[in-house]
């Protein structure tokens, strides 16, 4: 049985990243899967990472126990707008305070190289744009993407991380959104 967390991280219970995550949790369920999920806004956390890593900060009671989510996963299942070409700032700050030295992945002594703590997983980011994927990829170089695929989970040792553009959201009527949703279940029910 494969264990699949999702992580939400729009700031907004009533954006359509909700409805994503929705669905994507009904077709995993159906097909048998364990499926926890983080929503990023209802976490009690500061997020920001205030001294780098000079300091360590003491984790909340809440990323403690997303931490435990993440640990316990197979498959996480990354939710989130792209705002200015990146990451909503919770889900930055998020990733800051939580994806750190000793725990996502370790420094090596006297060395530019590290170690990936987190091997054996696999990811899917689904993002919502206000252009076509092509667009943003081919034109701005899909920054949002790189920085949580490449600098973040794959520097981590996720893989294989997979992506899913959906949008255009704000030219989008309720039939493309229903289109949308039953895509992303079936992406849920496939475990992928």
């Not at 992580?7 to 926890?36: M, R, T, W």
């Not at 689904?126 to 092509?134: L, N, R, Y």
């Amino acid at each position: 049985m494969k264990k699949i967390l999702i992580i939400n991280g729009h700031p907004n219970k009533d954006s359509f990243n909700f409805g994503i995550a929705k669905a994507y949790k009904e077709g995993a369920l159906q097909s048998g899967a364990e499926v926890q999920e983080i929503v990023i806004a209802d976490l009690d956390f500061n997020p920001n990472l205030q001294f780098g890593y000079q300091k360590r900060m003491e984790l909340e009671p809440d990323l403690i126990n997303a931490w435990e989510k993440i640990q316990w996963a197979d498959h996480l299942v990354w939710i989130h707008p792209v705002w200015w070409g990146g990451l909503p700032a919770i889900t930055k700050g998020f990733i800051d305070r939580l994806f750190l030295p000793g725990f996502a992945f370790k420094y090596r002594e006297n060395s530019v190289w590290w170690d990936k703590l987190l091997k054996g997983k696999t990811a899917r980011i689904i993002t919502t744009v206000d252009q076509p994927g092509w667009y943003y990829r081919l034109f701005f170089g899909r920054p949002s993407v790189n920085q949580l695929r490449k600098s973040t989970l794959e520097f981590c040792g996720i893989q294989p991380v997979k992506i899913t553009y959906v949008g255009v959201i704000k030219t989008s009527d309720e039939k493309q959104r229903q289109k949308w949703l039953e895509k992303i279940k079936l992406l849920g029910a496939k475990r992928k």
